[in-house]
C-alpha cells in the first residue's frame, strides 16, 4: 500500500491548482483522475472566461474567490506560459426594462471591489463592436479569456515536474478513515493519505457518501456549445452577453471570443438526470444560431464548424431557481476530508484563490516547509508557425521532424506532436495532443491530421492500435479490423 500525505480526487482545474500550490512545499502528493488526462470534464467544456465579479451575491463565496482569483490570472500567465488575454465584456440591454438590470449589476459589481464599471449608450457600443446593435451596455473591462485546458494542464504538469503524483486512469471506488489516515481503493491498487481532497466535481457527492451520509444532492445541468471558424473572428472584439437568465442561476446564451480567434456560442443551460450525458441536439444547435444571431444579425450559419457540451455541478435543483453557494469545508464528521461541492461557474476563475484557501485548511493538519528546489516554469513555448523563419530554419536543420506538417489547418509540425505525446503526466490520447498542441482543432477538425498522430503515436510511442484511444479511458479509435490482411 503506498502511501501519501495528501491525497487529491479529481485532476480537474480545481484539483490541479491545489496539486501546484502544494508542490511548492515538501509534501507527498497524489492526485486520482479518472479520465486519460486533466481537464477531462469540466475544465475543459466551458467559455474559457475569467469572470470579473459582478453576478454573484456580495458576500457569496463565489463573489469572493472569483474576484481574489481574478487578480491572480495575469501573474500566473506570466509564470506558467498559458495564453491569457483581457478582452472585457459587454453585457447588453435591449430595451429600459433591461437597463435597470444593468445598474443592479454595476451595482453588486461596486460592492464586490469589481473597479471600472461603466454602463454606456448603445450608439456609444456600436462603435466599439459594430455588428451589435443594443439600447444600452454595461462595460466590465476586468473580464478576460483564456484556454481552460491549457491552464490545467499547465497547473498539473508544472506540479508533475515538482513530484506531485499524477495517476490517470485511476478511480476511486472505495474511502474508509482509519484512526489517523485514509485508506484510498482504487481500480489500480490500495492507497493511504492523511488528509483526502475531494475535488471529483460531478462525482462530490459519490466520494463524501463513501465514508458519510451526504447532505446535499448534485444536479447535472447540460451546457451546449457552438465553434466557429477563424475566419469570422471579426464579428467581435469582445465578448457579448445578454442579461442573465434569473431563474436558472446562469449567465444566458453568450457569445465569446478565443485566444485563437475561434468564436463560442453558448451555453444553453439544461438540467438532466445523467451527469455522463455529454450529447449536443439538433435542436439546441439550432437554438443557440437563433439566439445568438439576434445579438449578431450579421452572423452566417456557414461559421459553425463544431459543437461540444459540458455538465455543471449544481447543488441547487431546476425548481428550486438553480442557483447555490460553494462549499469548501472540512467534513463535520470525518476529520481530515476536505470538500470542494458545487464548484460550477465562476469557478475557472475562482480555482487559483479556491487552492490557497485549501492550502490554509490543510496547514490546520501539518507542517508545510517550502522547497528550496522548486522548478518555476517560466514563459510560454512558441509554436512553430509563431517562429521567424530563422528560427523555424534553424529547427528543421536539426531536426527534419520540424519541417513535416502534421496538421494543416493549425499548421503544427509532427516534432510539436511528439512533444505533446511526452508530457510529464504520460497522458497518450488523442485529446492530450490536440490540447497541448491543437492539432486536430482546425476547420475539418482532425480529417486530415487524425492519421499522421496515429502513425507517430505507433512509431515513436509504441502504442498498439488496439491501444489508441480519442480521449477517455475506454473511447478506443479503432474496434477491430475492417478485414484481414493474408501473407501470399
Known amino acids: 500500500m503506498k502511501n501519501f500525505q495528501?491525497?487529491?480526487?479529481?485532476g480537474g482545474v480545481i484539483g490541479s491548482a491545489i496539486a501546484w500550490e502544494l508542490s511548492k512545499y515538501k509534501v507527498d502528493v497524489v492526485v486520482f483522475e479518472m479520465g486519460s488526462d486533466v481537464a477531462s470534464g469540466a475544465s475543459k467544456a466551458n467559455s474559457g472566461v475569467i469572470h470579473s465579479g459582478i453576478n454573484s451575491p456580495t458576500d457569496s463565496l463565489k463573489a469572493r474567490f472569483c474576484v481574489e482569483g481574478n487578480s491572480m490570472f495575469q501573474t500566473l500567465a506570466d509564470t506558467l506560459g498559458f495564453q491569457f488575454k483581457w478582452v472585457g465584456k459587454?453585457?447588453?440591454a435591449k430595451n429600459q426594462h433591461e437597463e435597470k438590470e444593468l445598474n443592479r449589476l454595476q451595482n453588486v459589481g461596486i460592492a464586490n471591489n469589481v473597479p471600472y464599471l461603466k454602463v454606456i449608450d448603445g450608439s456609444e457600443v456600436e462603435k466599439k463592436e459594430p455588428n451589435v446593435s443594443c439600447y444600452k451596455a454595461l462595460w466590465v473591462p476586468t473580464a478576460g479569456i483564456i484556454f481552460p485546458y491549457e491552464f490545467t494542464i499547465a497547473l498539473a504538469e508544472n506540479a508533475a515536474e515538482n513530484n506531485v503524483k499524477f495517476l490517470l486512469e485511476t478511480k476511486v471506488i472505495g474511502l474508509k478513515k482509519q484512526r489517523n489516515n485514509f485508506e484510498i481503493l482504487t481500480d489500480k491498487g490500495n492507497f493511504q493519505a492523511q488528509i483526502v481532497v475531494n475535488a471529483a466535481g460531478l462525482n462530490c457527492r459519490e466520494i463524501v457518501s463513501m465514508v458519510e451520509e451526504p447532505d446535499f444532492q448534485v444536479y447535472p445541468c447540460r451546457g451546449e456549445y457552438l465553434i466557429l471558424d477563424k475566419n469570422y473572428s471579426s464579428l467581435i472584439n469582445s465578448m457579448i452577453y445578454p442579461v442573465p437568465v434569473k431563474e436558472l442561476g446562469v449567465l444566458g446564451v453568450h457569445i465569446t471570443p478565443t485566444i485563437e480567434g475561434n468564436i463560442l456560442?453558448?451555453?444553453s443551460a439544461e438540467f438532466i438526470g445523467d451527469a455522463e450525458d455529454k450529447r449536443t441536439t439538433k435542436e439546441m444547435m439550432s437554438t443557440l444560431f437563433k439566439e445568438a444571431k439576434e445579438i449578431i444579425p450579421a452572423l452566417p450559419k456557414k461559421a459553425v464548424i463544431s459543437a461540444y457540451s459540458g455538465i455543471r455541478c449544481k447543488l441547487a435543483?431546476?425548481?428550486?431557481?438553480g442557483w447555490a453557494d460553494y462549499r469548501i469545508e472540512e467534513s463535520k464528521h470525518t476529520t481530515g476530508l476536505i470538500n470542494l461541492l458545487g464548484i460550477e461557474s465562476p469557478g475557472l476563475t475562482a480555482a487559483p484563490a479556491i487552492a490557497r484557501e485549501v492550502m490554509k485548511m490543510i496547514s490546520k493538519h501539518?507542517?508545510?516547509q517550502k522547497k528550496n528546489n522548486f522548478k518555476l516554469k517560466k514563459g510560454r513555448i512558441k509554436r512553430f508557425s509563431e517562429m521567424p523563419l530563422k528560427e523555424q530554419s534553424d529547427l528543421v536543420k536539426n531536426d527534419e521532424r520540424w519541417g513535416r506538417i502534421v496538421c494543416r489547418c493549425e499548421q503544427i509540425t509532427e516534432a510539436e506532436v511528439i512533444n505533446a505525446l511526452s508530457n510529464p503526466l504520460g497522458a497518450r490520447s488523442l485529446s492530450a495532443v490536440k490540447y497541448r498542441c491543437r492539432a486536430g482543432m482546425g476547420r475539418c477538425q482532425?480529417?486530415?491530421c487524425t492519421q499522421h498522430i496515429v502513425r507517430i503515436m505507433e512509431e515513436?510511442?509504441?502504442i498498439g492500435?488496439?491501444?489508441?484511444?480519442?480521449k477517455s479511458p475506454k473511447s478506443y479509435l479503432f474496434e477491430k479490423r475492417t478485414r484481414e490482411v493474408k501473407d501470399d
Open 366 to 368: 501539518m507542517e508545510l
Open 265 to 267: 456560442i453558448g451555453p
Open 6 to 10: 495528501v491525497a487529491i480526487i479529481g
Open 460 to 462: 515513436q510511442f509504441n
Open 465 to 470: 492500435i488496439d491501444d489508441m484511444k480519442l
Open 317 to 321: 435543483s431546476e425548481k428550486s431557481g
Open 446 to 448: 482532425g480529417g486530415f
Open 90 to 92: 459587454w453585457i447588453i
